[in-house]
């Protein structure tokens, strides 16, 4: 199994920017995905989920509106569309496979079991 994202930048307050992963060694369309963010000295922050049609996206209060998760199965490639992004969206952006059905809900709390692998992340980086 293999998670491979790209797309983090450096880039401005309110501007935008498209992450990718694109996954391997699986059936991806098989399986729920999630984006899942970690700011430098913070813990894992989740962000956002997709079922594995992609036709239920969930996303934590703080990117609601902002952020939105797409995927498609016959690419093998997640996506996360980041729009009016803010200073604090700067962290280190991870995809990952979800092992179960988490109940994602605005006010999810990351736990990390809920996944099985994860990709090495990508950097995005947001001045003021």
């Known amino acids: 199994v293999q998670l491979v994202e790209s797309g983090g930048d450096v880039v401005q307050s309110g501007g935008s920017l498209r992450l990718s992963c694109v996954a391997s060694?699986?059936?991806?369309?098989?399986?729920?995905m999630s984006w899942v963010r970690q700011a430098s000295g913070k813990g894992p922050e989740w962000v956002s989920g997709i079922n594995r049609i992609g036709d239920r996206t969930y996303y934590a209060d703080s990117v609601k509106g902002r952020f939105t998760i797409a995927r498609d199965n016959a690419r093998n490639t997640l996506y996360l569309q980041m729009d009016n992004l803010k200073p604090e969206d700067t962290a280190v952006y991870y995809c990952a496979r979800d092992r179960s059905h988490p109940p994602y809900s605005g006010s999810y709390q990351f736990v990390g079991n809920e996944y099985d692998y994860w990709g090495q992340g990508t950097r995005v980086i947001v001045s003021s």
């Open positions: 060694g699986f059936t991806f369309g098989q399986y729920d």
